[in-house]
């Protein structure tokens, strides 16, 4: 006999510290789970466990329909989930969302046996007040239910879901306490689908921002693209206009990449393309310069000569809106540096020159002394490649030079420049 | 006499559910699970309104709901659909469903349409 009762009280002192321990681990799964389906199923099933009762059910509001739907639901009366639905205008609804008015109900739960004692006071049935008949409606649907305590969850003002409770099988009466935990329940709930409401809004909108992202992103590559074309073909009308270095380019190009690899400059992504395009429009800025200037067969004055010069800063301004193309811009206005610091210009020198410029600049120079000019005949490979090695380190980097050098050596050898060809 | 009802549900929980709601407000209730099962108990127990759930294994409410209405047009059927399911209503409608509702349902709506149903057969 007294160990039965030392039982029960021990048993007693255990629910009541599991209240907390539950309240303890709603607390953590809050954090851990992102969706609260997961959390109210977990609750609807410690409930109906822990108190014994003939119904748990919770229900919670869907804002896209305003209605309020029961998800999860326990014991003999249980309601399937998704069966029912209250609208915003149920009564019970109305009862708990409606701003609050005085009531015989000071706090924020409905218990029937409440009810009953309060519609049998006469002060409240005469009470001419539309909210005893309310009431009544209230009633009844706890009743059909067979519900004996309703919690509201509120997020703020917001009637986030609904707990309804049926009896406890052993027919006792619900504690204060016991309806306090259940308050702090359905608080914690309504805070944790808000939240996850929150998130799934904020998931969404991010992803939609994502997807603008990308598509200003690509009409921007596409408006790089183009403008990179526009650049390409005036280039290529450069060229035209002097008639004697046509296919002076492409062969530049290749030659640049070819050396730029004996280096073992990294070539990855990007970097590749912006020293082709640096390769390939390294002269562009002569577009400005007059044709009487360009095409003088004999010597140039002075100032023919600075307006000559003022092409690496023109092509710099023509590239300028390329803005996935900066270090072209900057390559071009370099490629007529000097080693040694006396070039232009900046007048930059060694290694402040960028090391592509200093790539250009070889087999620029290298293509102009082996093609044939308007102002002389071009001259051979060996005599240019001297004439290489002779200004390393002055006007070249010597490195450079020399991986050019190899270069040119091998492909020679291996038959795949046409001597030809390169001289025009 | 008792207003007679059938619930044709495959879920048997919404059944069972439905079942004691409205044996509480004295209807007389029976069940089915499927199609089949409806046409059968519409022969036997005779039913004023039938409560069919249009999405179910073994014959649907659609196909059901045509045999039920060519044997006894007098019975009254409310079409039980889901969200996924809102596409059928028009095909129900033209096979003669005397309404339908959707889930989620609201008792009280439900509860109304039934007795209204009810009403109008005892009219005729």
């Not at chain 1, 921002?209 to 690509?218: D, P, S």
């Not at chain 1, 996935?324 to 006396?342: A, M, N, P, Q, W």
């Not at chain 1, 030079?401 to 390169?422: H, S, T, Y």
């Not at chain 2, 005397?98 to 008792?107: A, C, H």
Request: aromatic share 8%; hydrophobic share 40%.
């Amino acid at each position: 006999m007294t160990n039965l009762t030392r039982t029960n009280r021990q048993k007693k002192t255990e629910q009541k510290f599991d209240y907390q321990e539950a309240l303890r681990d709603v607390a953590r799964s809050m954090v851990r789970l992102k969706r609260p389906d997961r959390l109210l199923k977990l609750i609807t099933r410690f409930i109906d466990r822990q108190f014994g009762l003939h119904h748990t059910s919770l229900l919670v509001h869907e804002p896209s329909k305003n209605r309020y739907v029961f998800v999860n639901s326990k014991g003999a009366r249980r309601v399937p989930a998704g069966l029912l639905k209250f609208d915003s205008d149920h009564p019970l609804i109305r009862w708990f969302a409606l701003p609050r008015r005085k009531t015989p109900f000071q706090e924020d739960y409905l218990l029937l046996t409440d009810i009953k004692k309060t519609l049998n006071k006469a002060h409240f049935r005469l009470a001419a007040d539309s909210r005893a008949s309310e009431l009544v409606k209230v009633q009844k649907t706890m009743e059909v239910l067979r519900v004996e305590l309703v919690i509201p969850g509120y997020f703020k003002n917001d009637l986030v879901g609904i707990l309804m409770l049926g009896g406890k099988f052993s027919g006792r009466f619900f504690t204060s306490s016991e309806i306090l935990f259940f308050q702090t329940l359905a608080h914690d709930c309504s805070m944790a689908i808000k939240t996850a409401e929150y998130n799934q809004s904020l998931l969404e909108q991010n992803r939609e921002l994502e997807n603008r992202l990308q598509e200003i992103e690509k009409l921007r590559h596409k408006e790089q693209r183009t403008y990179y074309e526009i650049i390409r073909s005036l280039a290529e009308e450069v060229e035209a206009k002097e008639p004697t270095v046509f296919g002076h380019v492409s062969q530049v190009e290749k030659l640049g990449m070819m050396t730029a690899r004996e280096l073992g400059i990294d070539l990855s992504g990007q970097h590749k393309d912006i020293l082709s395009a640096a390769l390939m429009l390294h002269d562009v800025g002569k577009i400005g310069v007059p044709d009487h200037i360009l095409m003088k067969p004999g010597g140039l004055t002075p100032e023919e000569w600075e307006v000559m010069k003022s092409h690496v800063e023109k092509g710099a301004k023509i590239l300028e809106p390329l803005s996935d193309f900066r270090k072209v811009k900057e390559i071009i206005l370099s490629h007529h540096e000097r080693f040694d610091g006396t070039g232009y210009p900046r007048g930059l020198k060694g290694e402040d020159i960028l090391i592509e410029a200093r790539i250009v600049s070889v087999v620029d120079s290298f293509h102009a002394i082996v093609s044939n000019r308007c102002y002389r005949e071009g001259r051979s490979i060996d005599f240019a490649l001297q004439e290489l090695e002779h200004c390393a380190g002055t006007q070249f980097d010597p490195q450079v030079v020399e991986a050019f050098i190899r270069v040119i050596r091998r492909e020679i050898a291996k038959g795949r420049i046409d001597v030809a060809a390169l001289q025009h | 006499m008792k207003k007679k009802l059938l619930l044709v549900d495959d879920e048997v929980e919404i059944c069972e559910f439905l079942k004691s709601f409205f044996e509480d407000r004295d209807y007389q209730v029976a069940t089915a699970h499927s199609g089949v099962q409806a046409v059968e108990q519409v022969e036997s127990f005779r039913p004023d309104v039938v409560l069919l759930d249009i999405q179910m294994p073994e014959m649907d409410g659609l196909s059901a709901l045509r045999e039920i209405k060519e044997k006894y047009p007098r019975v009254k059927v409310i079409m039980v659909t889901a969200v996924e399911t809102q596409d059928r209503i028009e095909a129900a409608m033209r096979l003669g469903a005397d309404n339908y509702i959707t889930k989620p349902l609201s008792l009280e709506y439900l509860e109304k349409d039934v007795q209204e149903k009810i009403e109008s057969l005892a009219g005729i």
